[in-house]
């Protein structure tokens, strides 16, 4: 009997003395400022490579029409207002490269009665000033398209919100997969307010996700139409008078 206590004794000991070791670590000098500071050392990991494409300041590298286009405060703004409406819908050209196997991050914010949009792998539309034709991730007031791959001047829906399609030449889009519901992936863009765009483009492989979630994906097997390469534009869509906003636009190649 009292050498079976003398185990349970020596037992119990030794788990206080664990516990005390371990509990000593957790409140060492420094050990949380050390946590906190490899979870921020993890977040930032995920923006390194990415360049800005704006100097917060002017519209250097950028080609656009100034009646539509402005930086206010660090802030790209694209506005039709009643006094300047357009006839075709009007892009600013990046003129600091191409798009081609790239990842986007940009927040944006749009008013109610806006259309726009992000083109990528894009072309001039010969004959019509600072307009393209090519891949776009729409976006849009009301959120009907944002998040959708749309084919400016061209194939039109490529993937709707919640799509995973791939198209082979000559041939409409063909779902492969439902991402999620139109409702659950709705809920996750903020009306009226910031949201933030995320492009992924890998060769024929194109991925659009808004707050983190993945809107669209498309493969695109059409060796006569889908583009490897081409121009970065963002949009006014000729309609009412609206207000496009976009800001920490950066790039990674």
Request: proline content about 4%.
């Amino acid at each position: 009997m009292f050498y079976r206590l003398r185990l349970l004794w020596i037992d119990a000991v030794a788990f206080l003395f664990c516990l005390l070791i371990t509990t000593s670590g957790c409140n060492t000098p420094g050990a949380g400022k050390e946590l906190e500071e490899n979870t921020v050392e993890a977040e930032n990991s995920h923006e390194q490579g990415f360049d800005p494409l704006f100097d917060g300041k002017t519209l250097e590298g950028w080609e656009g029409d100034p009646a539509f286009w402005r930086m206010e405060q660090g802030i790209l703004v694209g506005e039709i207002t009643a006094s300047t409406p357009i006839k075709t819908n009007s892009f600013i050209i990046w003129r600091g490269g191409t798009t081609a196997d790239f990842e986007l991050k940009t927040d944006f914010r749009i008013t109610a009665e806006g259309n726009s949009g992000i083109n990528y792998r894009s072309e001039e539309v010969p004959g019509i000033p600072l307009a393209l034709k090519g891949y776009q991730a729409d976006i849009d007031g009301k959120n009907v398209y944002t998040g959708l791959n749309y084919e400016e001047r061209g194939r039109t829906f490529l993937a709707r919100r919640g799509e995973k399609v791939k198209i082979e030449t000559g041939m409409k889009p063909e779902l492969i997969e439902k991402i999620s519901s139109e409702d659950s992936l709705f809920a996750k863009i903020r009306k009226g307010d910031w949201n933030q765009y995320h492009l992924i483009a890998k060769g024929n492989h194109l991925q659009h996700y808004i707050n983190g979630a993945l809107m669209s994906e498309v493969t695109d097997n059409d060796t006569l139409n889908r583009k490897l390469s081409g121009l970065l534009g963002l949009q006014v869509h000729v309609g009412p008078p609206m207000k496009v906003e976009y800001r920490n636009l950066r790039i990674k190649k």
